[in-house]
């Protein structure tokens, strides 16, 4: 059964960067396309970016492109979100998700199966 454990979050200054890191356990890691989602309370929680089963190809919502990095090494079934000049609106709990399936990522949420517990980000000054 898979599981994950998330890390990373925490409170940083507009302009600053955070490394997000979800651990998987209890499967094939490369057999899952994977993604980044955040919910604000009140509101939905929406795609942020998400990856292949190699990690060749990435998709990122428009308000991260350029800012934020998806990446994963599966060796070590483990997936990362890199978030640089963070903006106090990217405050917000973030999950990590995965769905078993081979090929294109997708940024819709109903498609992941397998959710993080997710992580407190804060951007404030």
């Known amino acids: 059964q898979l599981h994950f454990v998330e890390s990373g979050g925490g409170l940083v200054q507009p302009g600053g960067s955070l490394r997000l890191s979800c651990a998987a356990s209890?499967?094939?890691?490369?057999?899952?396309?994977i993604g980044w989602f955040r919910q604000v309370p009140g509101k939905e929680r929406v795609g942020v970016s998400c990856?292949?089963?190699?990690?060749?190809?990435?998709k990122y919502a428009d308000s991260v492109k350029g800012r934020f990095t998806i990446s994963r090494e599966n060796a070590n079934n483990t997936m990362f979100l890199q978030m640089n000049s963070l903006k106090p609106e990217d405050t917000a709990v973030y999950f990590c998700?995965?769905?078993?399936?081979?090929?294109?990522?997708?940024?819709?949420?109903?498609?992941?199966?397998?959710w993080g517990q997710g992580t407190q980000v804060t951007v404030s000054s």
């Open positions: 998700a995965a769905i078993r399936r081979f090929g294109l990522c997708t940024l819709e949420q109903w498609h992941y199966i397998h």
């Open positions: 209890g499967i094939t890691f490369e057999n899952y396309v």
């Open positions: 990856t292949t089963n190699s990690g060749d190809s990435a």
